[in-house]
C-alpha cells in the first residue's frame, strides 16, 4: 500500500526564515512524489516533482525538495518565508495512475 | 489556454438527494480524475476516466459514478447523499493519465450536505 506521511499539520516561520516541510512515503519502489500548494478556496497547484534523475529537484517560487530514499523522505524547503507562502502544502505520491496525498501541512508566516 | 474547468464552484444539496459536478479538463488532456477532499484532509481519490470509461476506481461506494464524454469532458454523479459527502471535489486532467506528462486540478466544486 502507498501512504504519505506529513509530520507536522501546522508548521509557523517568521518572514525570510527557512521554511522546512517534512514528508516521509511508504513504497516498494521508488515513486513519483509531488509537493502541492492549495490556497483558501483554490484547487491545488503543482510546486514540483520528481520521477527520475536528479534527486534535488527545483520547484517554483523558489522552493525545492530532495529525494532521499535512504530514508524515504521527500521534504520541501524555501530558504527565505515569504508572506505570500502562507498556504496548505501537500505531500503525494504518484502509482498506478493516482495519487495518494498526505493529510497535509497549513504553513503561517509572521510578518 | 484554459486549465481545468469545474461547476458549479458551490452547491447545498439536502441528504438523500442526487448530485452532478462537472468538468472540462485541459486543452490537449483526455483524461480526468476525481478526488474528494473533506475539511483538513488530503485529498482521496475516486476514480479515473479514459477513453470514456471508468479506468480505475478509489474506495468509494458505488453510489460515487461518473461518465467521460467523447470531448473528454467528465461527470460525477453522487446518490443518496449523506452528510458525510460534503467536501470539496477535485477534478484534475491529464494526457493518458501519466504522471510525468503533468496532471492539472481545477479549483473544485464545494459541495455542502444539510
Known amino acids: 500500500a502507498q501512504s504519505v506521511t506529513q509530520l507536522g499539520s501546522h508548521v509557523s516561520v517568521s518572514e525570510g526564515a527557512l521554511v522546512l516541510l517534512r514528508c516521509n512515503y511508504s513504497?516498494?519502489?521508488?515513486?513519483?512524489l509531488f509537493w502541492y500548494v492549495q490556497y483558501p478556496n483554490q484547487g491545488l497547484q503543482l510546486l514540483l516533482k520528481?520521477?527520475?534523475?536528479?534527486?534535488l529537484v527545483k520547484g517554483i517560487n523558489g522552493f525545492e525538495a530532495e529525494f532521499k530514499k535512504s530514508e524515504t523522505s521527500f521534504h520541501l524547503t524555501k530558504p527565505s518565508a515569504h508572506m505570500s507562502d502562507a498556504a496548505e502544502y501537500f505531500c503525494?505520491?504518484?502509482?498506478?495512475?493516482?495519487?495518494?496525498f498526505g493529510t497535509g501541512t497549513s504553513l503561517t508566516v509572521i510578518p | 489556454d484554459a486549465g481545468v474547468t469545474q461547476s458549479p464552484t458551490h452547491l447545498i444539496k439536502t441528504r438523500g438527494q442526487q448530485v452532478t459536478l462537472r468538468c472540462s479538463p485541459k486543452?490537449?488532456?483526455?483524461?480526468v480524475s476525481w478526488y474528494q477532499q473533506a475539511l483538513g484532509q488530503g485529498p482521496q481519490f475516486i476514480f479515473q476516466?479514459?477513453?470514456?470509461?471508468?479506468?480505475q476506481r478509489g474506495n468509494f461506494p458505488d453510489r460515487f459514478s461518473g461518465h467521460q464524454f467523447p470531448n473528454y469532458s467528465s461527470e460525477l454523479n453522487v446518490n443518496a447523499l449523506l452528510l458525510g459527502d460534503s467536501a470539496l471535489y477535485l477534478c484534475a486532467s491529464s494526457y493518458q493519465g501519466v504522471a510525468n506528462y503533468g496532471y492539472t486540478f481545477g479549483s473544485g466544486t464545494r459541495l455542502t450536505v444539510v
Open positions: 520528481y520521477t527520475t534523475g536528479a534527486t
Open positions: 476516466y479514459y477513453e470514456e470509461e471508468e479506468r
Open positions: 503525494a505520491v504518484n502509482r498506478g495512475n493516482q495519487f495518494y
Open positions: 513504497s516498494s519502489v521508488p515513486p513519483y
Open positions: 486543452s490537449g488532456h483526455d483524461t
